[in-house]
């Protein structure tokens, strides 16, 4: 989603706003903007498309100031143009949000009855306009802050300016994230601590419903009731060097590539390699006395999170709900006494997973979250953190969170099982040893990846392709779609492979390519029976199975292209069949000349519903 920087100093700050913006730039983002306090004054620059966008109109008119807020807008209300750019305002206040204002539209017309235009199409202007209300009615900043904050509904992070400010930022929190920071005679305002890591490793969380002034020395906090309050300062071990694309044309290519050493990271986290055990921190989730396990996250997480359902099952006999986050908040699910629940998350701020552990966690159930960024929302509300350690995932389609997100849950799923007595010691070392060969079968499949460059060129034309998988490939069959969606905007679904005949098979023809994930485990053979009940009818299969299992499906009408993928333990096979069909939406991706690293409409952190 949006992100937002904030700076108050003594010397000049527009060049650190965009350095600062541009560490966000992985969220996703269709335009910019920064404003800063000149002599007590509010001057702004706005600019669609990218930073350098902004950045050439900031060499041709250079903004001073020594107070500033900065933004990067991912279009919700309005298209993305330069007047629905943030910040919003005008000679008086200059407004940065990230989130949504639910009840923008009645707040908005009870200003237009008072004769307040807009320029906007946006719900955010609707911030700037009730604070210049306020400030006409004779509030002070302070209090126009206030008593603006007290009128919106929804999910907001804010970042605010006041004319005759000039050593003072507002700010606030709720639903958002927002982290303030503290540096030598100088403070500052993030999106998250990634974004501040080049001026400061001193990170203070803005709680639900926090608002905070910040001048260049000190630092005031204030609950929802306006009660002043304290929050802990952490050392944030976020790096300030900007993450790299090093030898890669893009992120996504290089976050493919470090898949086996962070998988490795993650995994000597959970195993004792010499023991052959899973070793999990102190959580509070005793999985011996759990009566049902929910699971839940969004897009890429949640079928991390459903593969992980077949592992729970399997491993630990635990009976596993599992919804998507969204669905699951509103449902209101009758949670019972003795269940648990894992929330799933790479950035540990997604809105809607965020929303249902907070139910979860209300309705008396001890929640885990499972997050790449420890120190998040999610991170810092459950009752047991599960870190994935897969370092910055810069492109917007993930890949290594992903990966490591299933090397964490199937360390869980082995420790619940050996909780319940359903995995001898024996067994226990056994998987572990699976799961440790997995970064070097990695390896194996990374260094073939350029076969699917060619692979990549047979899917570029086509208009609809279709997954298919079993078991713990059926979810592995929606992610392959997903990521097709996501970066090469071919239309693409993803189908156990059993439900073929009971409709997706009328959408068989020459012109659909078929990509079928086939390890070599007990639906090995229904599944290739499956491909061709397809190429009997026109289809034209892609096949990812061993060599074995290549030689065993071969019929006299030819594929449209295969990949010999490396022997593994069956039950783990979604960790290494994700490389290949990770490399082929990327190489598609890359031959239609897509927005690979930022695709079009998409944000890697989504902290609105």
Known sequence: ????????????????????????????YDSAGIATLIDGEIHRKRAVGKLSALETKLEAEPLAGTTGIGHTRWATHGKPTEKNAHPHGGAKVAVVHNGIIENFSPLRNDLKDKGVTFESETDSEVIARLLEDELAQGSDPMRAFREVLAKLEGAFALGVLFAGEPDAIFCARKGSPLALGKGEGEMFIGSDALALAPFTNRITYLEEGDWAVLSRETVAIFDGAGTPVEREETISDASAALVGKGRHRHFMAKEIEEQPEVVAHTLTTYLNPSEGTVNLPETGID??????????????????????????????????????????????????????????SQSGETADTLAAMRHAAEAGVTV????????????????????????????????????????????????????????????????????????RLMNDVLAHAEEFDRLGTLLQPARDVLYLGRGVSFPMALEGALKLKEISYIHAEGYAAGELKHGPIALVDEHVPVIVIAPRDAHFEKTVSNMHEVMARGGKCLLLATEKGLEAAKTDEPLLGSFAM??????????????PIQLLA????????????????????VTVE
């Open 368 to 439: 885990g979250a499972v997050v790449n960024v420890t120190q998040s929302t999610m991170a810092r509300e459950a009752d047991a953190v599960f870190p994935i350690k897969a370092g910055p995932e810069i492109g917007v389609a993930s890949t290594k969170a992903f990966t490591c997100q299933l090397a964490t849950l199937a360390c869980l799923a082995i420790a619940a099982g050996r909780a319940r007595g359903y995995v001898t010691p024996e067994r226990e070392a056994e998987l572990c040893e699976s799961l440790l060969k997995l970064p």
């Open 586 to 605: 990327y190489h598609t991706a890359v031959h239609k000349g897509t927005d690979v690293d930022q695709p079009r409409n998409l944000a890697k952190s």
């Open 566 to 579: 490396p022997d593994v333990d069956p039950l783990f096979s979604p960790l290494i069949y994700a490389l």
């Open 1 to 28: 989603m949006c992100g937002i920087v904030g700076i108050v100093s003594d010397h000049g700050v527009a060049s650190r706003l965009v350095e600062g913006l541009r560490r966000l730039e992985y969220r996703g």
């Open 287 to 344: 999985f011996s006395n759990i009566s049902r396990l929910t699971i839940s996250a969004c897009g890429t997480a949640y079928l991390a999170g459903l593969i992980s359902k077949y592992w729970f099952e399997t491993l630990a006999r635990l009976p596993v709900e599992i919804d998507i986050a969204s669905e699951l908040r509103y449902r209101d699910v009758p949670y019972q006494k003795g269940e648990a629940a894992l929330f799933v």
